[in-house]
């Protein structure tokens, strides 16, 4: 009665050891990964220092414009220079999303035909204020003065060409910066002069970063017969982002003192070991991006292009950055009044899940962007004081304080955690350990085979002998 007993009890403690098991099995399957701070005293010199983009609140210089001749304009047919003048004027104020200035375009019953000996990439450059122009005097960077357009290069945006400092994805950077910093690579590239990028400051405080002094169009370099006015707009965002966030205007006779502080979240290596589907986020050379890495950024801005593609088949080159041309071919002027017929759509983000709630909404651009497992970003006080110059405007880009934040992922329940868990199941269920298992493991082996033996050897010896009578 004794040994059922016990039989019974070793039986439920064996099951329930199995489901408690099988539980903490299926956590570590399918892991969760958890973000928490690690320090808040990360030194900002070990962060790449924020990229600032600067654009003109007109992309057309109108002065320029007035200037083209028939070399920068080959004439075809009917078109003729009033209505080039026609197309930039609609183009000076062009926006991802705001097409509908385009409308002019429509309006003037611009035969299509007529302009598709025109590149519009091309005629925007020819119209756009050099670097020289843009900036007034010298650049301070640090601890010196530079020439401003050694720092700035050209750099197209959601506003079009624009000129940004420290940035990967600028005309002539992103061919040197392309695929930097996969999981093999270093966290830095080199550009044309040798210099190592994405540049980084040592310090915070006034003076401690980049201090630029612009200046801005004059009144009769603004397109005539439209709504802008003299100013520029700037973005300030990670150096690997393409510029196409959120921008702020500021008007002449302003200084802008930008006091930034980063925020910077890294995935240990062993959320890398960890399937998609459960860490819900993408390393750099999960999936190719733009300049041969992926970040959730960008790959929104490759999103609207798609869907430019998708409903004009073309795209609009002059907003982002140049691809294949044969896959993406640029949009004429028939691809512009596209461009306005469907502003709505582009318009308009559709979330990827939860569509229940969004029946009802008209159409829009769904895009299938997740979060990046390692980020940088950028959050900035800015304060504003007036000048009496109306014809500069002052900026003074610097960390607010010496340290930073640094978030942390991590797997909540890898392998040693879920060792540890059998092994806390295994002796409250089984009275076991690591000990038992080799013994129980033992006992089953090499002591059931040493029992085997001895039991047939002693069978040998004790067999009875045979004896023979003659």
Same mark, same amino acid.
């Given at each position: ?12 403690? !064996? ?13 570590? =399957? @399918? ?12 030194? $900002? ?5 924020? !990229? ?12 320029? #414009? ?33 097409? +509908?200035?385009? &409308? ?8 299509? =035909? ?35 357009? !050694? ?10 060409? $624009? ?27 080199? +550009? ?8 980084? &400051? *040592? ?7 980049? =201090?630029?002094?612009?200046?801005? /169009? ?30 702020? =205007? ?6 802008? +003192? ?8 890294? #995935? ?46 073309? *795209?609009? +080159? ?6 294949? &041309? ?27 899940? !939860? ?36 014809? @500069?405007?002052?900026?003074?880009? @610097? ?9 942390? *992922? ?15 199941? &295994? ?8 000990? *038992? ?13 040493? @029992? ?5 050897? /002693? ?12």
């Amino acid at each position: 009665m004794f040994r059922i007993l016990w039989g019974v009890l070793v039986l439920l403690a !064996s099951l329930s050891f199995a489901v408690v098991s099988y539980g903490s099995w299926e956590t570590y =399957r @399918h892991p969760t990964v958890t973000t928490t701070v690690a320090t808040t005293r990360y030194d $900002c010199f070990k962060f790449p220092f924020p !990229s600032f983009t600067i654009c003109d609140t007109s992309r057309v210089d109108w002065q320029r #414009a007035l200037k083209l001749t028939e070399r920068d304009v080959p004439y075809r047919g009917n078109i003729t220079m009033d209505k080039v003048l026609v197309l930039l004027r609609s183009l000076a104020d062009i926006t991802f999303g705001d097409f +509908d200035f385009l &409308a002019n375009i429509e309006n003037a019953n611009l035969n299509p =035909r007529d302009f598709r000996g025109i590149n519009i990439k091309e005629l925007l450059q020819k119209v756009q204020r050099p670097c020289t122009e843009v900036f007034h005097g010298q650049c301070w960077w640090r601890e010196a003065f530079y020439n401003c357009c !050694s720092l700035f290069e050209k750099q197209r945006t959601d506003l079009g060409f $624009c000129y940004s400092f420290n940035n990967d994805l600028s005309e002539r950077g992103q061919y040197y910066s392309r695929g930097y910093g996969k999981r093999k690579g270093s966290n830095y590239w080199v +550009d044309w002069n040798n210099e190592i990028r994405p540049r980084r &400051a *040592s310090t915070f405080g006034p003076w401690s970063g980049l =201090r630029v002094t612009i200046e801005v /169009m004059s009144d009769k370099q603004i397109p005539t017969g439209t709504n802008i006015t003299p100013g520029v707009m700037f973005y300030l965002e990670q150096s690997r982002g393409f510029p196409n966030s959120e921008n702020q =205007r500021v008007d002449p006779a302003s200084f802008v +003192d930008i006091r930034t502080y980063g925020i910077m979240k890294q #995935a240990s290596k062993r959320v890398q070991a960890v399937d998609f589907e459960d860490r819900r986020c993408l390393f750099l050379d999960d999936r190719v991006g733009i300049n041969g890495v992926y970040t959730e950024h960008n790959c929104l801005v490759e999103c609207q292009r798609d869907y430019v593609m998708k409903y004009c088949n073309c *795209s609009s +080159d002059f907003l982002f950055i140049e691809d294949d &041309a044969t896959k993406y071919p640029p949009c004429d002027v028939s691809g512009l009044n596209c461009l306005n017929k469907y502003n709505l759509v582009f318009n308009s983000r559709v979330p990827t899940s !939860s569509q229940e709630f969004f029946k009802t909404q008209k159409e829009g651009m769904a895009c299938d962007c997740p979060p990046d497992c390692n980020s940088q970003q950028f959050m900035f006080d800015s304060s504003i004081s007036q000048t009496q110059n109306f014809s @500069h405007i002052g900026f003074d880009i @610097h960390y607010k304080g010496q340290y930073n934040l640094l978030y942390l *992922s991590d797997v909540t329940y890898g392998p040693v955690e879920f060792i540890v868990a059998i092994g806390g199941i &295994a002796g409250l269920f089984l009275g076991g350990s690591l000990l *038992s298992g080799a013994e129980i493991l033992y006992f089953f082996t090499f002591r059931l085979f040493y @029992h085997w033996r001895n039991t047939r050897n /002693m069978n040998l010896n004790t067999r009875p002998s045979i004896k023979f009578v003659y």
